[in-house]
Every structure is written in C-alpha cells, then in structure tokens.
C-alpha cells in the first residue's frame, strides 16, 4: 500500500491541530490557576492580622516544622510530590536571599 502524500500532510495537520488545541487548554489551566492564587492570596492578606499573634506563638524548629506539614497538608492536595519539592526548593531559594 502506497501512502500518498495528501494522506501524509493529513495525518500531520491533524496532528498539529491537536497539539495547539491542548496548548489553548493548557494556557487556560494556567490562567485559571493564577486566578485562583491570587483569590488565595486576598485571602490570606485579609486573614493576616488574625493570623499573626497564632504564627507568633510558633517557637523553634520542631513546632515550625509540624506547622509547615500541616499547612502544605492544606494546600497540596492537587500537586505531586514533585512540584512540591521544587515549589520548596524556590522558596528556600527565595528566602535566603532576603534572610
């Protein structure tokens, strides 16, 4: 069976069109999450000063350390273990510099 060339660009401009739709999706995934950090963070911002006496009380690294499993409990129920390790990574990263 002779495969012609009409069939070839068929088959590639399917294959293209497939991968800009999942591009336009992905985009759209990406907007939607950046809203909803951003709702996330207003929130927290508006929470800040109730929440600032309660993170005071936190002392030393132990009691640091249960605080930050159980708020990354919270916050990683959609994220692999993955992007939770480079997500720390840059914050760490972050942080050094402006500690």
């Known amino acids: 069976?002779?495969?012609?060339?009409?069939?070839?660009?068929?088959?590639?401009?399917?294959?293209?069109?497939?991968?800009?739709?999942?591009?336009?999706?992905?985009?759209?995934?990406?907007?939607?999450?950046?809203a909803n950090v951003k709702k996330l963070m207003k929130k927290i911002e508006t929470l800040s000063k109730q929440l600032a006496p309660l993170l005071e009380k936190i002392k030393g690294r132990v009691e640091f350390e249960g605080f930050l499993r159980s708020f990354m409990k919270l916050g990683s129920k959609n994220t692999t273990l993955k992007e939770i390790d480079l997500a720390l990574r840059n914050v760490l990263r972050d942080l050094e510099d402006k500690l």
Request: aromatic residues 0%; without cysteine.
């Open 1 to 34: 069976m002779k495969i012609k060339k009409e069939h070839i660009r068929r088959l590639v401009q399917e294959e293209i069109d497939k991968a800009s739709q999942t591009d336009t999706t992905d985009s759209i995934d990406k907007t939607e999450k950046r």
